[in-house]
């Protein structure tokens, strides 16, 4: 189950069961969406991304959920292995501009 | 090699001592970032540049400079570090036709001490 924790919220998951994480975001004005996995020790890496117009869009074993009207976005893991430990961080960015704007994060821990 | 490259990887230093990060990119993206990242929180913006030349504050500016005379270059250095600043750093970078493709490229980041 999700609990918050003494800094990021974390999901404990186990092996083989789907994760789902969330993100609430700010700004209505946000056109594109992206959600970045970061591994102990290593930098954010783009995972899957999804544009304002579009409310799924899968990619290999994650499906992103926009959610205009609440303005919730939610990365779900089929199957979370392992190597799915990690914390997934959700960006927005607004129409007008350049700049990402990014969420705290939601550490995941696989449970064997 | 192609990427975007931070060093060093590890750092140690003492209050009030200057220290410079340095960030490459091959890929002359014309934005470059620089962001902290403390224990258990997310990504907070220091400084960002639009091209060479042209750089501006964001969210956590305070005792840090930022210099961009060349596009694949980005340093960022702590004038008189203090052990606030004790974090990791994480360089970015993207072009304006990418952020809405890709997002920003990140480094592998520099674990700061500041002892």
């Known amino acids: 189950g999700e609990s918050v924790g003494l800094h990021l919220p974390t999901l404990s998951v186990q092996e083989g069961d789907n994760s789902i994480i969330n993100c609430a975001y700010s700004?209505?004005?946000?056109?594109?969406f992206i959600w970045y996995k970061q591994e102990s020790g290593k930098g954010p890496q783009f995972i899957i991304d999804?544009?304002?117009?579009?409310d799924k869009r899968q990619g290999q074993r994650v499906t992103v959920l926009l959610n205009k009207t609440v303005k919730h976005l939610s990365l779900q893991i089929a199957a979370t292995q392992p190597g799915d430990s990690a914390v997934y961080f959700c960006?927005?960015?607004?129409?007008?501009?350049?700049?990402?704007?990014f969420g705290g994060g939601t550490r995941v821990l696989v449970k064997p | 090699d192609a990427g975007i490259t931070q060093s060093p990887r590890y750092k140690i230093t003492e209050t009030g001592r200057q220290v410079t990060l340095m960030c490459h990119q091959t890929?002359?993206?014309?934005?470059m970032f620089w962001y902290r990242q403390d224990l258990g929180h997310g990504l907070r913006l220091i400084y960002y540049?639009?091209?060479?030349?042209?750089?501006d504050k964001g969210e956590v500016p305070d005792g840090y400079v930022v210099s961009r005379s060349k596009t694949e270059n980005f340093p960022l250095t702590l004038e008189s570090a203090t052990r606030s600043q004790t974090s990791v750093y994480f360089c970015?970078?993207?072009?304006?036709?990418?952020?809405?493709?890709?997002?920003?490229?990140f480094g592998s980041g520099t674990r700061l001490t500041v002892v």
């Open positions: 970015a970078s993207s072009d304006p036709g990418q952020v809405s493709r890709y997002g920003y490229t």
């Open positions: 700004n209505s004005a946000s056109d594109y």
């Open positions: 999804i544009r304002s117009n579009m």
């Open positions: 960006a927005e960015k607004e129409a007008a501009g350049n700049k990402l704007t």
């Open positions: 890929w002359s993206h014309s934005y």
């Open positions: 540049s639009a091209a060479a030349d042209i750089t």
